[in-house]
C-alpha cells in the first residue's frame, strides 16, 4: 500500500521559514517525480515546485521561485520543501504527489497517482 505522509507544516510569520517533509512507503521512490502543491480557502489547488526522478531536475511556479527549494533524498524515501521569505499569500494546505517515470506536464494534478493528506502552513503578517 503506498503512503505519502507530509509534515512540517504550521504558523510563522511573514518573512520566516519552514521546511515540509513528504515520507513516502510502498512504493520505489527513486523512480518517482515528485511535486508539491498547494490550496488556500476558497481556491483551486495549485502547482508548486516538482524534481524528476534520476538527476532530480527541479521546476517552481514563478510565484515561489527564488523562495522555495524542492529536494529528495532517495535513501529516506522523502521529498522536501524548503520554504524561506514566506508571505501571507502562501497560507495554504500543502500536498506532495507522485507520479512513476513519465510525467508530460508537472504542473497538472491529473498527472499524478499518489498523494499525501496535506499539511497545513499559515503565515502571519
Known amino acids: 500500500q503506498v503512503q505519502l505522509v507530509e509534515s512540517g507544516g504550521g504558523l510563522v510569520q511573514a518573512g520566516g521559514s519552514l521546511r515540509l517533509s513528504c515520507a513516502t512507503s510502498?512504493?520505489?521512490?527513486?523512480?518517482?517525480?515528485m511535486s508539491w502543491f498547494r490550496q488556500a480557502p476558497g481556491k483551486e489547488r495549485e502547482f508548486v515546485a516538482h524534481?524528476?526522478?534520476?538527476?532530480?531536475?527541479?521546476d517552481y511556479a514563478n510565484s515561489v521561485k527564488g523562495r522555495f527549494t524542492i529536494s529528495r533524498d532517495n535513501a529516506k524515501n522523502t521529498v522536501y520543501l524548503q520554504m524561506d521569505s514566506l508571505k501571507p499569500d502562501d497560507t495554504a494546505v500543502y500536498y506532495c504527489a507522485a507520479k512513476k517515470w513519465v510525467v508530460r506536464r508537472s504542473d497538472s494534478e491529473g498527472e499524478y497517482e499518489y498523494w499525501g493528506q496535506g499539511t497545513q502552513v499559515t503565515v502571519s503578517s
Open positions: 510502498g512504493l520505489t521512490f527513486s523512480d518517482y517525480h
Open positions: 524534481i524528476t526522478w534520476g538527476p532530480g531536475i527541479t
